[in-house]
């Protein structure tokens, strides 16, 4: 076991009431998971699908659109270190929130941007934060959508560019806030 991972370990078990999740879908999924994943606050990271009407999707069937799912990312996060406004704002900085089922060269449904929330608190902060982006001239196409279970994907998908060595192609931070 990893240093790092028993160190959030231990962080889960003595900050438990500040233990949260957050679920952001933007694209593909390893390069959402690529600007969360080391983030201060941050504990664990897990991609994998949400929001459609299949269980225990498998990554064929939702590339083959056959689920209704979005590639998300799960965040546990420690809400004393950082906040929920906090992570979805970076969210909306390394996706194209204007992009409608796509992003970059990857197309389909299953690479929606969408927010899954947990509580009507992310619901607000989510809607405040697409005031903002709109009141810039973004034309926001991101789905709020209360998160109903998140389904793991297959291993060899977490962490994939800590794994290989790459940066994603298709999310690139831009500042919007």
């Known amino acids: ?3 790092q991972f028993r160190l ?5 078990k003595n900050n438990n009431n500040k233990i949260q999740k957050a679920y952001f879908a933007g ?7 690529y600007y969360f994943q080391n983030l201060p606050g941050v504990i664990l990271t897990k991609v994998g699908y949400m929001g459609g009407f299949k269980e ?10 056959k689920t209704g799912h979005a590639e998300t990312l799960e965040v546990t996060f420690d809400s004393s270190l950082t906040s929920y406004e906090q992570l979805t704002r970076l969210f909306f900085e390394i996706h194209d929130p204007t992009e409608l089922n796509r992003q970059g060269p990857d197309i389909g449904e299953q690479y929606r941007s969408a927010v899954f929330y947990v509580d ?3 619901k607000s902060i989510a809607e405040k934060l697409i005031g903002l982006l709109k009141v810039k001239g973004y034309v926001v196409v ?7 279970t998140f ?9 994939y560019y800590a794994k290989n060595g790459h940066e994603p192609y298709c999310h690139i931070r831009q500042k919007r806030f």
């Open 56 to 65: 225990n999707p498998t990554y064929e069937e939702v590339s083959a659109k």
């Open 120 to 122: 009507a608190e992310q």
């Open 151 to 159: 389904w793991e994907a297959e291993s060899y998908h977490q962490k």
């Open 27 to 33: 694209g593909c999924f390893w390069g959402v998971e």
């Open 1 to 3: 076991m990893s240093i």
């Open 142 to 148: 991101t789905k709020l959508e209360k998160a109903g």
């Open 8 to 12: 959030n370990l231990n962080q889960m």
